[in-house]
């Protein structure tokens, strides 16, 4: 249900809104806005509560929130002409505001039982056997990316022989159904596995060791200091601690942001997570950027749920690499073969650039389409219907993938020649290629991170993890935001290759440090523990 409804936000939202990719991405900057924001927070309740309660809670709301969504869509479009013409507008734009924050909450739930799940539960369940922990991390990563193939299949047919409402309302029943089968098969899990029930004794120890300090200070005072503060009970000093108590729990949140961001820089694997926060810089994934950006140049539902069909099954290549490589040459190099492929293929992207049909056009004013929305009440353009879409371009000025003419040429003798699809197809066969080294690199990471970090903090840290990808998330939506028109979308694809590399420069200097001198010698397995180097780790690397 997840992975419907990632893959149809993006294309409601282009539909709702006409041929532009700016509400699109307004929707991804709010909700990496979010997570950058509350990441930390939301690991921090994942540390304090108990397993079952975080996972079921987060599932809960997680679902709701989609059913809400999807509701809300089907009535935005079987009403969208009158919503238009009622209070000039307003009403719609609110819809709009309504779907993207409850859509947020939703993002928000999935991060709190994304960190649980995978970040915790998985390390629990696995106990000291790291080749199991690394099978099961490629299993649920295998898993994932099966539903990345089925799921946008699924709705893409259904969008595209029916409707997007009928999109919505599948959508809708489906996490309806499939919510109650996850919340039971959590329950089975957490009976199953005894050791789930129990947090880390650090916990509990500094709990204790906080309890006798608070006890040893009641005992302290005289006889004669208790009387006292008794007969000025009604006075000043209760009122001064109910100020400090509101003051207290105002200044918490706070408090535990800039705790959880300390702690992740102490990390020993800082440069690590660092250098996979930089591969989320990127418009080169089938993120809603890439489904909208592909949906506005002619490519229907049904075509971009086979590409990301593609992009999956990659991917479940990469899971299969990531096992191998980590018991041929050790998880820290690993990730060096992973980052070293995954950029290798990224590089036909930037080729893509420059090869004919590219739709980089540099006569073109990147903030042309932004100005003219915002600043001179330029009219919203409309989808074209699929038959339409036969007989031209969108407004954007792109020639049509479909057909390859120009938009506004009728003339057959007037029309150019079909334009190539050189460029296109260097492009996602750079993308999806891509996937490999991506997968293998991120599951290299997410074990760093579990096996590298002491159970009291694997919330928060991991919570600030996805806070630093959705800060560099929230980066490449503001460059979509600022740029959003095709012509623009070459520079896009170049700055994205220039921050993956930088990504995987991070990598190599945290490898450095970690393997020093043994860092090339590839088939013997790591001969040093990333934990050696700090003492917050409880766990050594391989």
Not at 14 to 24: D, F, H, I, K, Q
Not at 137 to 144: K, L, V
Not at 290 to 307: P, R
Not at 332 to 338: H, I, K, P, Q
């Amino acid at each position: 249900g997840d992975r419907m409804w990632h893959f149809a936000v993006s294309v409601f939202l282009v539909e709702l809104y006409g041929n532009s990719l700016l509400l699109t991405a307004v929707y991804g900057l709010v909700v990496a806005g979010s997570v950058l924001l509350l990441g930390a927070l939301i690991g921090d309740w994942v540390d304090k509560n108990s397993r079952l309660k975080v996972a079921q809670t987060s599932l809960v709301v997680q679902n709701v929130s989609v059913i809400l969504c999807g509701v809300i869509l089907m009535v935005i479009f079987l009403f969208k002409t009158q919503l238009l013409t009622l209070y000039h507008g307003w009403l719609l734009t609110m819809c709009y505001i309504l779907v993207i924050t409850i859509a947020n909450i939703a993002n928000l739930a999935s991060t709190a039982t994304a960190i649980t799940i995978q970040r915790d539960w998985i390390v629990v369940v696995a106990g000291e056997d790291r080749s199991k922990l690394a099978d099961m991390n490629a299993t649920i990563r295998r898993i994932d990316q099966l539903t990345n193939i089925l799921a946008p299949m699924a709705v893409g047919q259904i969008m595209t022989f029916g409707s997007p409402m009928i999109g919505c309302g599948f959508i809708s029943c489906w996490n309806l159904m499939s919510m109650c089968v996850e919340y039971l098969l959590l329950w089975k899990v957490y009976q199953k596995t005894p050791t789930l029930a129990l947090k880390s004794s650090k916990v509990e120890e500094s709990e204790l060791k906080q309890l006798n300090v608070k006890k040893e200070s009641d005992v302290k005072p005289a006889e004669g200091v208790q009387l006292v503060v008794e007969k000025d009970a009604g006075g000043a000093e209760p009122r001064r601690d109910k100020e400090a108590g509101c003051a207290a729990r105002i200044a918490e949140p706070f408090i535990t942001f800039r705790d959880g961001w300390v702690a992740y820089y102490n990390q020993p694997v800082f440069l690590a997570g660092m250098g996979l926060a930089f591969l989320y810089m990127t418009v080169l994934g089938f993120d809603c950027i890439t489904t909208g950006y592909a949906y506005t140049q002619g490519l229907s539902g049904s075509v971009l749920s086979l590409l990301m069909g593609a992009s999956a099954v990659t991917g479940i290549m990469g899971t299969v690499a990531f096992t191998w490589l980590r018991r041929r040459c050790g998880l820290v190099r690993t990730g060096l073969v992973s980052g070293a492929a995954q950029f290798a293929c990224l590089i036909l992207c930037a080729i893509s650039v420059f090869m004919p049909g590219s739709p980089l056009d540099l006569t073109v004013s990147p903030f042309a389409d932004i100005g003219a929305r915002l600043f001179e009440s330029e009219p919203l353009p409309t989808i074209a219907s699929p038959g339409e879409k036969l007989e031209m371009a969108f407004a954007t000025g792109m020639p049509s993938l479909l057909n390859g003419s120009a938009p506004g040429d009728g003339d057959p003798e007037l029309s150019p020649e079909p334009v190539p699809l050189i460029s296109v197809s260097l492009l996602f066969a750079g993308v999806i290629a891509a996937r490999v080294g991506l997968w293998s690199f991120d599951l290299t990471v997410t074990q760093l991170l579990q096996e590298n970090v002491m159970e009291s903090e694997r919330g928060i840290i991991n919570g600030v993890q996805n806070s630093m990808n959705y800060l560099l998330d929230l980066l490449h939506f503001i460059m979509v935001i600022l740029a959003p028109n095709p012509e623009a979308f070459g520079l896009l694809v170049l700055i994205s290759v220039s921050f993956v590399a930088m990504g995987h420069i991070m990598y190599f200097r945290f490898a450095q440090k970690t393997l020093g001198t043994q860092l090339f010698a590839c088939c013997t397995p790591d001969p040093k523990a990333v934990s050696d180097s700090s003492p917050s780790a409880d766990t050594s690397t391989v």
